[in-house]
């Protein structure tokens, strides 16, 4: 029997459903395997009242401290944020809230490995949490946890310390692997270990009576995430202006949708723009099947998830160069990669309508990306240090 506590921030909850589904879904196959047992512990930073009743925080803090999560047991314990102030001891704050917890936790379900599922602050939490417990853990980076937070003074120190003292590390891509190891993390010790999609969910369809149902009449281009600066969706609404006739729809909020919005009216594209908002992750296929195009002018990625998806649905990526980039989009069918420019991305979105590729051949770009050996291969990950370092006593 293999027992492993997963340890992620990223969990989703009542208050955020769409977080970090990616983590929920390998959650709930690590979990489904023969002779594994799963916990989670999903923190939730709340400050002190009344601050704790800002609209920001003020859902968190009515989150059960416990419940069953499709099926797995999610401890939601507490630890103390101050808005505003330095973040380098936020993993220090949140390890010694969990500990008491993680102590009770294992007295009834003791645990072997502790499974962090992201950088920061999980990473160096999970190391406070494994010493303290005598308990191997291992980290997995994704993306924004060493390209954003690994380049902040605040915490690149406790991102390399958690990095070089876990018992085992995962990155998202061989790209991923490459970053980690160029600031500092051992190299030689991490394991590539690619998401995976879901096939059933993400299919191709019938692009034509797709764009029907959703009103369209032409060229469609669909860019879905976190409306951030650094995902470019400024530049999806710039490389629109290029192309005359095609419309683009954003599926995502963030901070950035005013000044989109504005910039799309500035532009006088604004007509040929949807903003969708945040929509829950089962309706993304809707608008990723009906596109000619999935367009991401993204500044920094592990290997985005959307990119995956899109080509599930048979639907090419345009995107830029980076990160695990080249290990998704690697043949012409599955969509091109090009400079963060908007006459690049359209000259590449161009090519792309002119010459339409088969459907089923953009979805066998995806073929690797398979959540069943996503499964297999974490638990071998875990099973490998289980054996490796016995467990001492807490």
Same mark, same amino acid.
């Given at each position: 029997?293999?027992? *492993?506590?997963?340890?992620?921030?990223?969990?989703?909850?009542?208050?955020?459903?769409?977080?970090?589904?990616?983590?929920?879904?390998?959650?709930?196959?690590?979990?489904?395997?023969?002779?594994?047992?799963?916990?989670?512990?999903?923190?939730?930073?709340?400050?002190?009242?009344?601050?704790?009743?800002?609209?920001?925080?003020?859902?968190?803090?009515?989150?059960?401290?416990?419940?069953?999560?499709?099926?797995?047991?999610?401890?939601?314990?507490?630890?103390? *944020?101050?808005?505003?102030?330095?973040?380098?001891?936020?993993?220090?704050?949140?390890?010694?809230?969990?500990?008491?917890?993680?102590?009770?936790?294992?007295?009834?379900?003791?645990?072997?490995?502790?499974? &962090?599922?992201?950088?920061?602050?999980?990473?160096?939490?999970?190391?406070?949490?494994?010493?303290?417990?005598?308990?191997?853990?291992?980290?997995?980076?994704?993306?924004?946890?060493?390209?954003?937070?690994?380049?902040?003074?605040?915490?690149?120190?406790?991102?390399?310390?958690?990095?070089?003292?876990?018992?085992?590390?995962?990155?998202?891509?061989? &790209?991923?692997?490459?970053?980690?190891?160029?600031?500092?993390?051992?190299?030689?010790?991490?394991?590539?270990?690619?998401?995976?999609? +879901?096939?059933?969910?993400?299919?191709?369809?019938?692009?034509?009576?797709?764009?029907?149902?959703?009103?369209?009449?032409?060229?469609?281009?669909?860019?879905?995430?976190?409306?951030?600066?650094?995902?470019?969706?400024?530049?999806?609404?710039?490389?629109?202006?290029?192309?005359?006739?095609?419309?683009?729809?954003?599926?995502?909020?963030?901070?950035?949708?005013?000044?989109?919005?504005?910039?799309?009216?500035?532009?006088?594209?604004?007509?040929?723009?949807?903003?969708?908002?945040?929509?829950?992750?089962?309706?993304?296929?809707?608008?990723?099947?009906?596109? +000619?195009?999935?367009?991401?002018?993204?500044?920094?990625?592990?290997?985005?998830?959307?990119?995956?998806?899109?080509?599930?649905?048979?639907?090419?990526? *345009?995107?830029?160069?980076?990160?695990?980039?080249?290990? &998704?989009?690697?043949?012409?069918?599955?969509?091109?990669?090009?400079?963060?420019?908007?006459?690049?991305?359209?000259?590449?979105?161009?090519?792309?309508?002119?010459?339409?590729?088969?459907?089923?051949?953009?979805?066998?770009?995806?073929?690797?990306?398979?959540?069943?050996?996503?499964?297999?291969?974490?638990?071998?990950?875990?099973?490998?240090?289980?054996?490796?370092?016995?467990?001492?006593?807490?």
């Amino acid at each position: 029997m293999l027992r *492993v506590l997963t340890l992620s921030t990223l969990f989703p909850n009542r208050a955020q459903p769409e977080l970090g589904r990616f983590v929920e879904r390998q959650t709930l196959g690590l979990a489904a395997r023969p002779g594994v047992e799963v916990e989670v512990v999903a923190p939730v930073g709340v400050p002190v009242w009344p601050l704790s009743l800002h609209p920001h925080y003020a859902s968190r803090a009515r989150l059960p401290e416990e419940e069953r999560w499709m099926g797995l047991k999610v401890h939601r314990a507490r630890y103390r *944020v101050w808005p505003g102030a330095p973040q380098g001891r936020t993993p220090a704050v949140m390890a010694e809230a969990l500990l008491p917890l993680l102590r009770r936790v294992r007295a009834r379900f003791p645990f072997d490995v502790i499974d &962090a599922e992201f950088f920061w602050p999980d990473g160096p939490a999970a190391m406070a949490l494994s010493r303290a417990l005598g308990i191997p853990f291992s980290v997995k980076a994704r993306g924004s946890d060493i390209h954003v937070w690994g380049e902040r003074s605040d915490a690149r120190p406790r991102i390399v310390a958690a990095g070089r003292a876990a018992d085992g590390l995962l990155a998202v891509s061989e &790209a991923m692997k490459r970053s980690m190891a160029g600031i500092g993390l051992p190299e030689d010790r991490i394991r590539v270990h690619y998401t995976g999609v +879901d096939r059933d969910l993400f299919v191709p369809v019938d692009r034509a009576a797709a764009k029907r149902a959703l009103g369209i009449d032409g060229p469609l281009l669909v860019t879905a995430g976190a409306l951030l600066a650094r995902k470019g969706p400024d530049l999806a609404i710039e490389t629109l202006t290029l192309l005359p006739g095609a419309t683009l729809i954003l599926v995502g909020h963030g901070p950035e949708r005013a000044a989109l919005e504005a910039l799309a009216r500035r532009l006088r594209v604004d007509d040929r723009v949807r903003f969708l908002g945040g929509r829950a992750h089962d309706e993304l296929p809707r608008w990723l099947g009906a596109a +000619d195009v999935t367009l991401l002018p993204t500044v920094s990625e592990g290997l985005a998830n959307v990119w995956v998806e899109s080509l599930a649905c048979g639907t090419p990526v *345009v995107t830029t160069d980076v990160g695990g980039a080249r290990e &998704a989009i690697d043949r012409s069918e599955a969509g091109r990669l090009v400079p963060r420019e908007p006459e690049a991305l359209a000259a590449a979105v161009r090519e792309i309508l002119a010459a339409p590729a088969d459907q089923q051949a953009v979805r066998r770009a995806a073929d690797r990306f398979d959540w069943e050996r996503n499964a297999a291969e974490l638990e071998a990950h875990l099973a490998a240090l289980k054996e490796a370092r016995p467990l001492r006593a807490a």
